[in-house]
């Protein structure tokens, strides 16, 4: 199954931005969806935004306009852009990526912390 390397989460004040990366131990080619979700403490994990392999992009509500999910074919990565960043988008985010071969895998997980 493939593993799946997150980096870029840390600690910003409220209105500042980072970029999550994800990178896919192997090549994502053929029928597939990645991105994130996240968690945080007490609450559900939730979508945050999906690419397919046809390059359509999902954002929940929430971060629509704030947040932009890409990707880089050549590196097996999709990067996720997160601006004009709230205390509520605290939480623990987590790529994930499916394939009609296995399913769902995660990663590990990265923290973000939006604080003052």
Do not use: H
């Not at 990178?23 to 994990?45: C, F, H, N, T, V």
């Not at 935004?49 to 999910?69: K, M, N, P, Q, W």
């Not at 071969?101 to 912390?113: D, E, F, K, M, S």
């Amino acid at each position: 199954q493939v593993q799946l390397m997150e980096s870029g989460g840390g600690l910003v004040q409220p209105g500042g931005s980072l970029r999550l990366s994800c990178a896919a131990s192997e090549s994502i080619s053929g029928l597939y969806q990645m991105g994130w979700y996240r968690q945080d403490s007490g609450k559900q994990r939730e979508m945050v935004a999906l690419i397919d392999s046809y390059g359509d992009t999902d954002y929940a509500d929430s971060v629509e306009c704030r947040f932009t999910l890409s990707r880089d074919s050549t590196k097996n990565t999709v990067v996720l852009q997160m601006n004009s960043l709230e205390p509520e988008d605290t939480a623990m985010y987590y790529c994930y990526m499916w394939r009609p071969t296995y399913g769902g895998a995660w990663g590990q997980g990265t923290q973000v912390t939006v604080s003052s």
